[in-house]
T-cell receptor, first 110, second 115 residues
Framework: DAKTTQPNSMESNEEEPVHLPCNHS???????IHWYRQLPSQGPEYVIH???SNVNNRMASLAIAEDRKSSTLILHRATLRDAAVYYC???????????FGTGTRLTIIP | EAGVTQFPSHSVIEKGQTVTLRCDPI?????LYWYRRVMGKEIKFLLH????????ESGMPNNRFLAERTGGTYSTLKVQPAELEDSGVYFC?????????????FGPGTRLTVL
């Protein structure tokens, strides 16, 4: 799987939007961009995924750059419960496995 | 609907002993995965079952680790004999379908400590 680069940590105020960046300059045309997060003392959980177009679901939005070399996970209104480590993962059509990097540790300030 | 469950939640054993971890996937999920995070490292894939068959075991670290999924329901991961470097958190995940768009549902993990 292609490599992703994320900031180690970010902070945001409660009830404000959060933009979590991910760089994936070596992404191939068939790689999907997946985001998972891991809340404290829990296993990872799926957040969202996309290929080329921006995506929205009940948890978040995913904005994908036109050249697909970067993407941004957007939490529209952060709550304390969103404090977690967020992982940006590229998946190709050949591997079922998820390849986790170091992720971004998001801290929400009340 | 119950999520992925793992047992035990914690296990403390001595070096050289045997430990067996259990994972119960979400009912109806044919795909089952094992991952682990050892101290200070990233979460790493261990292996993938489709029903009772091992589809990909490329992440298994060595032959001290044995995973089984008899009957295609729950799975066990046995470590024999355990070494200090096996300490970490072992996660199980399941998914209903195969493919790169599948959402994997993770259990809470088993924290293994080898003394």
């Amino acid at each position: 799987d292609a490599k992703t680069t994320q900031p180690n940590s970010m902070e945001s105020n409660e009830e404000e939007p959060v933009h979590l960046p991910c760089n994936h300059s070596t992404i191939s045309g068939t790689d999907y961009i997946h985001w998972y997060r891991q809340l404290p003392s829990q296993g990872p959980e799926y957040v969202i995924h996309g290929l080329t177009s921006n995506v929205n679901n009940r948890m978040a939005s995913l904005a994908i750059a036109e050249d697909r070399k970067s993407s941004t996970l957007i939490l529209h209104r952060a709550t304390l419960r969103d404090a977690a480590v967020y992982y940006c993962i590229l998946r190709d059509g050949y591997n079922e496995k998820l390849t986790f990097g170091t992720g971004t540790r998001l801290t929400i300030i009340p | 609907e119950a999520g992925v469950t793992q047992f035990p939640s914690h296990s403390v054993i001595e070096k050289g002993q045997t430990v067996t971890l259990r994972c119960d996937p979400i009912s109806g999920h044919d795909n089952l995965y094992w991952y682990r995070r050892v101290m200070g490292k990233e979460i790493k894939f261990l292996l993938h079952f489709v029903k009772e068959s091992k589809q990909d075991e490329s992440g298994m670290p060595n032959n001290r680790f044995l995973a089984e999924r008899t009957g295609g329901t729950y799975s066990t991961l046995k470590v024999q004999p355990a070494e200090l470097e096996d300490s970490g958190v072992y996660f199980c995940a399941s998914s209903q379908e195969s493919g790169l768009l599948n959402e994997q549902f993770f259990g809470p993990g088993t924290r293994l400590t080898v003394l």
